[in-house]
């Protein structure tokens, strides 16, 4: 059986609400297996999917949004969907230390933008002066607040 015969069996099956037919779809869809990459209708077939309760498909949304493939990267929705998985008995720990991890990079990423942007704009006279800073952590008023 070719591939795109498969995709055309799996999407009749998904039609009819089978959750493995939905599955395997949304996994082909998104591998662009028998057609067209589709990240969207990956995302679609998943959904119905994990709404039976198919603790793959939910670990596979949670992915699709941690890598932001077709949709705006959010990890916080990554999260949401790989603590159904777990819930679900699915293991996704290394999948939830990735999130953590690739968090932990983008805060540090940010911190060292924002930075560099202040110390531009001190050097620019644009920005803060340090010793308005510095004075104002050590002056006594502050130090009561």
Known sequence: MKLAEARDWYGQAGTQGMAWAQHYLGNMC????????????????????????DEIAMSNLGSLHAKG??????????????????????????RMEWVMDERKRQTAEAKAVAKARVEVEVAEGTGPSLSSTTERQTSPASAHR
């Open 30 to 53: 998104a591998a662009g297996e028998g057609g067209q990459k589709d990240y969207g209708q990956a995302k679609y077939w998943w959904e119905q999917a994990a709404a039976q309760g």
């Open 69 to 94: 493939w077709g949709v705006e990267q959010d990890l916080n929705e990554a999260m949401r969907w790989y603590f159904k998985a777990k819930a679900a008995g699915y293991d996704v720990r290394a």
